[in-house]
């Protein structure tokens, strides 16, 4: 294991309808505005690997600590975006490492 100062913070989204999968990346865009994380992407699956097509779209972000990480959630921005992309989702999976 790596020692790092930071926490990663990893979502994956599917859409309930492939059509739907840029309204979700332009509503998690949005969350590239809160201004507690280090480093800050949406990126849409690019697809390579072929023995897994759950995935449409990944938040990815890295914060300096839980605090930052709970700020980033408590911003009014971040239910913002629940809002557009919760009834456009099928699943999402975070992972905090």
């Not at 930071?6 to 949005?30: C, N, P, T, W, Y």
Request: aromatic share 10%; hydrophobic share 45%; glycine share 4%.
């Amino acid at each position: 294991m790596t020692d790092r100062s930071f926490i990663r913070h990893v979502v994956f989204f599917s859409a309930k309808d492939r059509a739907d999968i840029a309204r979700i990346r332009e509503g998690l865009a949005q969350l590239a505005d809160i201004p507690h994380s280090r480093h800050f992407e949406v990126v849409e699956n690019s697809g390579v690997d072929t023995l897994s097509g759950e995935v449409d779209v990944v938040v990815y972000a890295e914060f300096d600590d839980a605090e930052a990480l709970a700020a980033y959630k408590a911003h009014p921005i971040y239910q913002k975006s629940i809002d557009v992309v919760r009834p456009l989702r099928e699943m999402r999976i975070a992972a905090d490492f």
